[in-house]
């Protein structure tokens, strides 16, 4: 392809739609499900203990293996119950045939690409008891990744974002940019991240693990509480296959950095601050028109607070403003797919969703936190990420 | 857009625009990456807390950045990092599960496990050279040249960078490889004094250094 043709092509910019969904967490195993669980103000946090993870209890967001077993028997069949798939392909799976059923997208075909995001994905495979079920290259995020477009058959070599817990956010973006500039038709952006006691014991050496379920943005928040899920949304050029009566567009999104710290967020949100700002440019709209924002809101005092501090400087701080966290946990490389999934049905059904766990305001620059559900108009959305390494996100979609 | 600068390391060597800067006669990584950290003559002890594949990184970008003054010829979000590589953290994530593997003998630590994400080498980078523009890891199989040209120019046509810093950093136990460029739009890359170095970013020429280190 030449240059020239090519720049000709991206002149006509081609839209984004977001078109069939799918989320699994604790909540449920679709989006309808885990909507369903939130609007009721259940948190799929819960006390337990597991030894898996740790030796003591833990507050975190689990999928129940029974229910996961189940699913898999139902719909990927009994032979690749318990043999073929890892715990977190077979969830991947699921998400990504249910977010293929009932539409026209074949995965199969060389326009359509599959885009990954994940931190750790087969991380588990690690230890001991569990590395010789696998053959040992499956701890790779690329053989991960292998075996799943191989079982949906598709011909293209996949995607794969790792960038902390902002891969979500970037998966959608790059997924976005592939579509726009015209070298694929459609996008099945997938992300997932299971518990392992790999990362349990990483954020419990960090002292980030608060011991109930976390309350974001909150005056008496104790820090973040860790969830498993995946998330799938197909991304298209085609308005037709666009869901809903109400298409939701993908509209911008840019990615930062802090240049600050590896581990912390910066203490005055100008990472965050800027993405925000780039991704409102790219997506010309302004302060004034975002209905809504799905914060990252992970609970932990720092990030609450820098994140308190960007959208205030932002100019955002009176919009309506949650944090999905306290229903289903930080669910890491998930998280931003999850988010912007769950964002994508505010804007099509008009609801806000309340944010759990939230009373009294605990940031330094006061934020419009949403405390009961809502109807109202919602037609533009920001959904903003931070994560170690200094990476900061931010995506606008709309209607 | 023009490749101004790239650095390759395949230990022995250190290249810098196809010139050997560094030659060492072992070529145990560790061993390799604090004797190139000496000789380069680089003052950062943040250095020495770093994982290998951080080392690596930030060493390249060292040689790669050195006198290109790119903070003052582009605004800070203006300089994008996007990294490849097909192990991601492991050798990390290695050590940490070590850590955990004995409930008896159970020492995690914070100052491991930062590094068992692979972007954190961007973020070392970003924080040395103070760039805070497009940022991502992709994580390939083999060395792939073309789905990393592609990601980096559909970002430079769709105006979110005017620099960027892309290349394959790999570092897993004793495989350690960099190729690292430095990609700039003409217009303000044509500022610099030696234009001979430089050459059109296109398909061809990336994956030539591309696959030069591999």
Known sequence: MSICNFTASFKDMRRVYFGADNVITSLGFTTAENAEQVLKGRTGIALTTDERLCPGPLAFSGIKDDLLDEKVREFIGKSHCTSSFTRLEKIFILSILNALTGNPIDPANPRTIFIFSTTKGNIDLLEIYRRKFFEPDRVHLWRMAEVITQFFGSPNKPFIISNACISGSVAIMAASRLITSGRYDQAIVTGGDILSEFIVSGFQSFQALSPVACSPFDAHRTGLSLGEGCGTVILTADANIAVHHRAVEYLGGATTNDANHISGPSRDGEGLTLAISAAMKEAGVSSEEIDFISAHGTATPFNDEMESLALDRAGLSPVPVNSFKGYIGHTLGAAGIIETILSAFSIRNNILFKSAGYTKNGVSRPLNIITDNRYQPVRRVLKTASGFGGCNAAIVIGN | ?214
């Not at chain 2, 070529?27 to 080392?55: G, H």
């Not at chain 2, 950045?65 to 990390?92: F, M, P, V």
């Open chain 2, 1 to 214: 857009m023009l490749i101004t600068q790239y650095c390759l390391i395949k230990p022995p060597e250190i290249r810098l625009n196809g010139s050997v800067i560094f030659d060492h006669p072992t070529s145990e990584p560790p061993e390799f990456l604090k004797s190139a950290y000496r000789n380069l003559k680089i003052n950062y002890p943040k250095f020495f807390k770093m994982d290998a594949l951080c080392k690596l990184a930030f060493l390249s970008a060292e040689v790669l950045l050195k006198n290109q003054e790119i903070t003052h010829r582009y605004d800070a979000q203006e300089i994008g990092i996007i990294l490849q590589n097909s192990s991601s953290s492991l050798e990390t994530d290695e050590k940490h599960q070590e850590s955990i593997n004995d409930r008896q003998n159970y020492f995690p630590s914070p100052s491991v496990f930062v590094y068992t994400l692979p972007n954190v080498m961007v973020g070392e980078i970003a924080i040395k050279h103070r760039i805070k523009g497009e940022n991502a890891v992709l994580i390939c199989k083999m060395p792939d040249a073309r789905q990393l040209y592609e990601y980096v120019y559909d970002h430079f046509l769709q105006n979110r960078f005017k620099c960027c810093i892309t290349g394959r950093v790999e570092s897993y136990h004793n495989k350690t490889s960099v190729s690292l460029m430095l990609v700039e739009k003409e217009e303000t890359a044509t500022s610099l004094v030696k234009p001979k170095k430089m050459c059109i970013f296109d398909l061809s020429n990336f994956e030539r250094i591309f696959n030069k280190a591999i």
